[in-house]
T-cell receptor, first 113, second 115 residues
Framework: QKEVEQDPGPLSVPEGAIVSLNCTYS??????FMWYRQYSRKGPELLMY????GNKEDGRFTAQVDKSSKYISLFIRDSQPSDSATYLC?????????????FGKGTHLIIQP | GAVVSQHPSRVICKSGTSVKIECRSL??????MFWYRQFPKKSLMLMAT?????????EQGVEKDKFLINHASLTLSTLTVTSAHPEDSSFYIC???????????FGQGTRLTVV
C-alpha cells in the first residue's frame, strides 16, 4: 500500500529561522523523492528532486533522503515570509513520466516577520 | 520549467450537469498526463494516468464513467466530470510529462463547485 505520512502543521517560525520539514513512507520501492510548494490552492511548484538516498542542496533549500529509515527531509535556511506556503513531499517508484506521484498531506508553514 | 496550462481555474455548475476541464502543455509534447484531486487540507490524490492515444488508467476507487479522460493529442488532455454532484466539489490538478526520464509539471488547478 502506498502511504506517505506528513505532519500537516501549521508550523510557525520566526523569520530567519531554519525550517525542517519531514515525511515518512512505507513503500520501499519508492526511489524518486520530491518537494513541492503550493500557494493558496494553486498548482504545486517543484522545489527539489532527489533520486535514492543522499543530500541535495539548492540555494537556501536542502533535501535529504534516508531510504534505510524511509524518511525524507527538507531544510529551509534563512526563512523568509515569502516562504509561507504548504509544502508537499511526493515520491514515485519509477523515473519521471512513468507513473503518478504519491503525495503527503502537506505541511502548512508560516514564517512570521 | 515547462508550462502546463489548465482551464478553467474556477467553475461553478449545477448538480446533474457535466463539466469539462482542459490541461494543455504549452511548450512540450506531453506523452503522459496525470489527473489529481485535492480536498481541503488533504493530499493530492492521483485519479488517473493517461497516455496519448490510449485509454486512461484509473486508480482504485475512481469511477471511470464519471470522470471521463481524453488525451487525443500530445498537448491536450481533458477531464469531464459527468452528472456532477456536490460531493464532486474539489480542486482538480493535472500534470504533464514528456515521457520516461523527464519530470512532470503541474497546471494551476481548477476549483470545481457543484451547487
Amino acid at each position: 500500500q502506498k502511504e506517505v505520512e506528513q505532519d500537516p502543521g501549521p508550523l510557525s517560525v520566526p523569520e530567519g529561522a531554519i525550517v525542517s520539514l519531514n515525511c515518512t513512507y512505507s513503500n520501499s520501492a519508492f526511489q524518486y523523492f520530491m518537494w513541492y510548494r503550493q500557494y493558496s490552492r494553486k498548482g504545486p511548484e517543484l522545489l527539489m528532486y532527489t533520486y535514492s538516498s543522499g543530500n541535495k542542496e539548492d540555494g537556501r533549500f536542502t533535501a535529504q533522503v534516508d531510504k534505510s529509515s524511509k524518511y525524507i527531509s527538507l531544510f529551509i535556511r534563512d526563512s523568509q515570509p515569502s516562504d509561507s506556503a504548504t509544502y508537499l513531499c511526493a515520491m514515485r517508484e519509477q523515473g519521471g513520466g512513468a507513473d503518478g506521484l504519491t503525495f503527503g498531506k502537506g505541511t502548512h508553514l508560516i514564517i512570521q516577520p | 520549467g515547462a508550462v502546463v496550462s489548465q482551464h478553467p481555474s474556477r467553475v461553478i455548475c449545477k448538480s446533474g450537469t457535466s463539466v469539462k476541464i482542459e490541461c494543455r502543455s504549452l511548450d512540450f509534447q506531453a506523452t503522459t498526463m496525470f489527473w489529481y484531486r485535492q480536498f481541503p487540507k488533504k493530499s493530492l490524490m492521483l485519479m488517473a494516468t493517461s497516455n496519448e492515444g490510449s485509454k486512461a488508467t484509473y486508480e482504485q476507487g475512481v469511477e471511470k464513467d464519471k470522470f471521463l479522460i481524453n488525451h487525443a493529442s500530445l498537448t491536450l488532455s481533458t477531464l469531464t466530470v459527468t452528472s456532477a454532484h456536490p460531493e464532486d466539489s474539489s480542486f482538480y490538478i493535472c500534470s504533464a510529462s514528456a515521457g520516461k526520464g523527464t519530470e512532470a509539471f503541474f497546471g494551476q488547478g481548477t476549483r470545481l463547485t457543484v451547487v
